[in-house]
Nanobody
């Protein structure tokens, strides 16, 4: 049973913005690094962004650097991914994940996953 739940996905046009959110337990958000991954159709899951539990550091995939911003609010047990200037190649299922290792760019560094939310960007 997924302990993280994503929301905010949808169908947008190229150049639009979209904000994804992920909620979880207090235990998770008080101790874990939070990350976002995505998986396009017929492709493997790829790292998008990650943020330290205390927000002291964040990392981004080169493909989203400058367009996406990850943030978290531990008091509300949420992590968000603000996406701007979306491109058709951003189309994928986006997953929220929680882990305990840094830098957290590999799937195996995460031990909790949400079920994903679909983002579709039309050209």
């Amino acid at each position: 049973q997924a302990q993280l739940e994503e929301s905010g996905g949808g169908l947008v046009q190229a150049g639009d913005s979209l904000r994804l959110s992920c909620t979880g337990s207090e235990r998770t958000f008080s101790t874990h690094i939070m990350g976002w991954f995505r998986q396009a159709q017929e492709k493997g899951r790829e790292f998008v962004a990650a943020i330290m539990w205390d927000t002291s550091s964040a990392r981004y995939a080169d493909s989203v650097q400058g367009r996406f911003t990850i943030s978290r609010d531990n008091a509300k047990n949420t992590v968000a991914l603000q996406m701007k200037n979306l491109k058709p190649e951003d189309t994928a299922v986006y997953f929220c994940a929680a882990g305990t290792r840094w830098p957290a760019e590999k799937e195996w560094e995460y031990n909790e996953w949400g079920q994903g939310t679909q983002v579709t960007v039309s050209s």
